[in-house]
């Protein structure tokens, strides 16, 4: 299974990305993942005009999902994967 987060939004809005294989990701962040795939949050905005949005893309056997997520439902543990590149 292959991961991709991407992070838009914040007071620059600069987007970052990052990407997984499913083996390595810990199991706190393989956990997290699963939780939010089981039960994705509604995709309503965090308020505030300077809050992160984040997409999760999700390629396996199955095809690809997607799923969006606003800043306050993110589990931490995954919001610090995606990284700026320059």
């Known amino acids: ?3 991709k987060i991407e992070r838009t939004g ?3 809005g600069r987007l970052a990305v990052g ?3 499913e083996h390595e990701l810990t199991a706190a962040e393989n956990q997290a993942l699963q939780r939010l795939l089981q039960s994705p949050p509604p995709a309503t905005p965090s308020p505030g005009a300077d809050r992160f949005h984040f997409k999760i893309t999700v390629e396996d056997e199955k095809g690809t999902r997607e799923i969006e997520v606003p800043e306050h439902a993110m589990p931490q ?3 610090g994967i995606p ?3 320059l």
């Open 83 to 85: 990284k700026i590149r």
């Open 1 to 3: 299974m292959r991961i």
């Open 77 to 79: 543990i995954l919001a």
């Open 19 to 21: 990407e997984r294989e």
């Open 10 to 12: 914040g007071l620059v």
